[in-house]
């Protein structure tokens, strides 16, 4: 059963360009979040949503709670932003988080 | 700084030695969580702890152990490890407020290898 689906799951940009993270996910939430792990393996928060829309800096994050659907963007890219992104949701019911497989981000010079 | 700090960063050891993984963080945060991350799974959940003395399965909880006796550990305990539990493992830790995690942060992770 995967609560959470992430497409791509890879994604290759030339620097400057938009790119478009997407999130599903099947189980009620009280939130989002969208993780950034580098390739040295920690792992940053990026945003946590409720509803609508949080910009910082070049990303933005949106969620439709009906739809059930997420999306990260990142506008302008650059190969500093090359990473795996991974979605998550914290369930309603019950205090547990549930991930989305990651999207590895490569944006080339 | 703020953070959360796990201990050791690489570990190697024998199927059936106990071992434990220790987490700390230092910003009075109510919740914390242990996870493990295996290539094509993710990051799935082990344990989490919504204050002290409270503690929960998450979805993989078995050959685990954890407890929560002060506000800032919360260890993770493998009694009997065996190879199926080689991983990279997660502390992190959040301010929970109602039904939502305010800076939900990640200790540095710990690559376990059982031989």
């Known amino acids: 059963k995967n609560e959470v689906e992430q497409s791509p799951q890879n994604l290759t940009a030339q620097e400057g360009e938009f790119i478009t993270i997407n999130c599903s996910y099947s189980v009620g939430i009280s939130a989002l979040h969208w993780l950034q792990q580098h390739p040295g393996g920690g792992i940053v928060s990026l945003f946590m949503l409720s509803s609508g829309k949080k910009k910082h800096g070049r990303l933005i994050a949106t969620i439709n709670i009906q739809e059930k659907h997420s999306s990260l963007h990142i506008t302008a890219s650059h190969p500093r932003d090359s990473a795996v992104y991974i979605c998550a949701v914290s369930a309603n019911t019950g205090n547990q988080f549930y991930f989305g497989t990651g999207t590895s981000l490569t944006v080339i010079p | ?115």
């Open chain 2, 1 to 115: 700084e703020a953070q959360v700090t796990q201990n050791p960063r690489y570990l190697i050891t024998v199927t059936g030695k106990k071992l434990t993984v220790t987490c700390s963080q230092n910003m009075n945060h109510e919740y914390m969580s242990w996870y493990r991350q295996d290539p094509g799974l993710g990051l799935r959940q082990i344990y989490y702890s919504m204050n002290v003395e409270v503690t929960d399965k998450g979805d993989v909880p078995e050959g685990y152990k954890v407890s929560r006796k002060e506000k800032r550990n919360f260890p993770l305990i493998l009694e009997s490890p065996s190879p199926n539990q080689t991983s990279l493992y997660f502390c992190a830790s959040s301010l929970l407020s109602g039904q939502y995690y305010y800076g939900y942060t990640f200790g540095s992770g710990t690559r376990l290898t059982v031989v």
